[in-house]
T-cell receptor, first 114, second 114 residues
Framework: QKEVEQNSGPLSVPEGAIASLNCTYS??????FFWYRQYSGKSPELIMS????GDKEDGRFTAQLNKASQYVSLLIRDSQPSDSATYLC??????????????FGQGTILTVHP | DARVTQTPRHKVTEMGQEVTMRCQPI?????VFWYRQTMMQGLELLAY????????DSGMPKDRFSAEMPDATLATLKIQPSEPRDSAVYFC????????????FGDGTRLSIL
């Protein structure tokens, strides 16, 4: 069973702080990793993708990947109340009949309070 | 801006009735996914198509659920007969072929079975 685990929430941070969201995965052959944001009552929205070890920055968001540790994280700098949402980590299977299938974590609820 | 289109957005019906949900994937995307999301189970993959062929429907209760893709612009998910435990939000997602490609979600169908 290929699994994706996210740090248990909910996570509450003050406005302007750094929010750190973590995710581990069990399939060592995984190659592609994604973070989705889901506002309450809305659909998941892709915010970051990362494929190689290291950091990838996009505005206030930084994704970090460490394949040796099977660990991927998302940092949100200067957190805003509008960042309050559920963040889903998704990992792409490596092949076979699962080719292209994403395995999602349970999500971490983030609340940014003024 | 290309989007996955799902209809209906909301559906309320009585137990035992047939429910049909429709999805129009993004033009050019050849992988289509059906998910179910509940508070308890999170995001569950029900079925997965590539080039209109079903690849994985192991997450779908076979006795009452069926998924088809009659053409490249339409995917359907049917429940017959429906039960109260089927109440959930059903999402369709599509993506281009490839393990490095993310999926893009539709707005979902919020289904309530009375």
């Amino acid at each position: 069973q290929k699994e994706v685990e996210q740090n248990s929430g909910p996570l509450s941070v003050p406005e302007g702080a750094i929010a750190s969201l973590n995710c581990t995965y069990s399939d060592r052959g995984s190659q592609s990793f994604f973070w989705y944001r889901q506002y309450s009552g809305k659909s998941p929205e892709l915010i970051m993708s990362i494929y190689s070890n290291g950091d990838k920055e996009d505005g206030r968001f930084t994704a970090q990947l460490n394949k040796a540790s099977q660990y991927v994280s998302l940092l949100i700098r200067d957190s805003q109340p509008s960042d309050s949402a559920t963040y889903l980590c998704a990992v792409n299977s490596d092949g076979g009949t699962s080719y292209g299938k994403l395995t999602f974590g349970q999500g971490t609820i983030l609340t940014v309070h003024p | 801006d290309a989007r996955v289109t799902q209809t209906p957005r909301h559906k309320v019906t009585e137990m035992g009735q047939e429910v049909t949900m429709r999805c129009q994937p993004i033009l050019g995307h050849n992988t289509v996914f059906w998910y179910r999301q509940t508070m308890m189970q999170g995001l569950e993959l029900l079925a997965y198509f590539r080039n209109r062929a079903p690849l994985d429907d192991s997450g779908m209760p076979k006795d009452r659920f069926s998924a088809e893709m009659p053409d490249a612009t339409l995917a359907t998910l049917k429940i017959q007969p429906s039960e109260p435990r089927d109440s959930a939000v059903y999402f369709c997602a599509s993506g281009p072929f490839g393990t490095d490609q993310p999926q893009h979600f539709g707005d979902g169908t919020r289904l309530s079975i009375l």
